[in-house]
């Protein structure tokens, strides 16, 4: 099993940007990753993925600003967000599975990233 620790999320003025980290507890390296977002009252959304091999995908109202990586060196995956809005507002978790382009059974606990001047 694998735990994932989210980190980079804050306050941050429309315009600006965030770069997300998420370390995983143990190797990467054949796991698929994945950022979702969720807000109040609404259901987990997907935000990017990338593969084990590198692949990549973004959901539309993303691409362009987010852009996700990864470090198999150091078991992290990253999202660089760019040209934040105020309706990027959320809580932010990374995802882990064996299955590409398939929600994996790993999460971490979340990390806020609040888009507001």
């Known amino acids: 099993q694998v735990q994932l620790v989210e980190s980079g999320g804050g306050l941050v003025q429309p315009g600006g940007s965030l770069r997300l980290s998420c370390a995983a507890s143990g190797s990467i390296f054949r796991l698929n990753m994945g950022w979702y977002r969720q807000t109040p009252g609404t259901q987990r959304e997907l935000v990017a993925e990338?593969?084990?091999?590198?692949?990549?995908r973004y959901t539309n109202s993303m691409k362009g600003r987010f852009t996700i990586s990864r470090d198999n060196a150091k078991n992290t995956v990253y999202l660089q967000m760019n040209d934040l809005k105020p309706e990027d507002t959320a809580v932010y978790y990374c995802n882990a599975g064996l299955t590409a382009w398939v929600r994996g059974d790993y999460w971490g606990q979340g990390t806020q990233v609040t888009v507001s001047s």
């Open positions: 990338i593969t084990s091999g590198g692949s990549t």
